[in-house]
T-cell receptor
């Protein structure tokens, strides 16, 4: 009954590869987010989608592309992976005026 | 611009000690929310508290208490009688306007509680 679930939990890949992280929420929320936590534990928002529409797009390389097929899903595609992309990526969701619910994170390691 | 500062990078205490984690925020908005999250070694982000800018009442939840002072732009977090299970990284965060999803995080304070 996980509220916000993201897969995979761990992702190890080579530089230059393309990979995706999937996120699903079963809370009926209308807004979903991707956050990145770097090696120094610093957390920063990357994207936000409301009802499948992009509303926040921070300064993120265009190799990163979020895709929201419906309100309950927000996937993150990363092309041409670089060493610096290694981080923990957190998906989250919320309803208007309500707090965030975070997924358990995906640890991405680029070798 | 909005900013959250957690000046304490790491704190180490012995079990049963009280410990206060500091958080100072900057914003020109009059409507904002402040949060504390806990990140234990397992890595998930655990929500602890949310406080809106119009509610300066302090809050106590068990061994946890929060002191919100608009005059000093601070939202400090105190753990009373700390336990080993409190060992984690604690993040203070700010959101402005109506959206509570666009969080601006501080850099976190790593708390180690030793037996």
């Amino acid at each position: 009954d996980t509220a916000v679930s993201q897969t995979p939990k761990y992702l190890v890949t080579q530089m230059g590869n393309d990979k995706s992280i999937k996120c699903e929420q079963n809370l009926g929320h209308d807004t979903m987010y991707w956050y990145k936590q770097d090696s120094k534990k610093f957390l920063k928002i990357m994207f936000s989608y409301n009802n499948k529409e992009l509303i926040i797009n921070e300064t993120v390389p265009n190799r990163f592309s979020p895709k929201s097929p419906d309100k309950a899903h927000l996937n993150l595609h990363i092309n041409s992976l670089e060493l610096g992309d290694s981080a923990v990526y957190f998906c989250a969701s919320s309803s208007l005026g309500e707090k965030l619910f975070f997924g358990s994170g995906t640890q991405l390691s680029v070798l | 611009a909005q900013k959250v500062t957690q000046a304490q990078t790491e704190i180490s205490v012995v079990e049963k000690e009280d410990v206060t984690l500091d958080c100072v925020y900057e914003t020109r908005d009059t409507t904002y929310y402040l949060f504390w999250y806990k990140q234990p070694p397992s890595g998930e982000l655990v929500f602890l508290i949310r406080r809106n800018s119009f509610d300066e009442q302090n809050e106590i939840s068990g061994r946890y208490s929060w002191n919100f002072q608009k005059s000093t732009s601070s939202f400090n977090f105190t753990i009373t009688a700390s336990q080993v299970v409190d060992s984690a990284v604690y993040f203070c965060a700010l959101s402005v306007g109506g959206s509570q999803g666009n969080l601006i995080f501080g850099k976190g304070t790593k708390l180690s509680v030793k037996p």
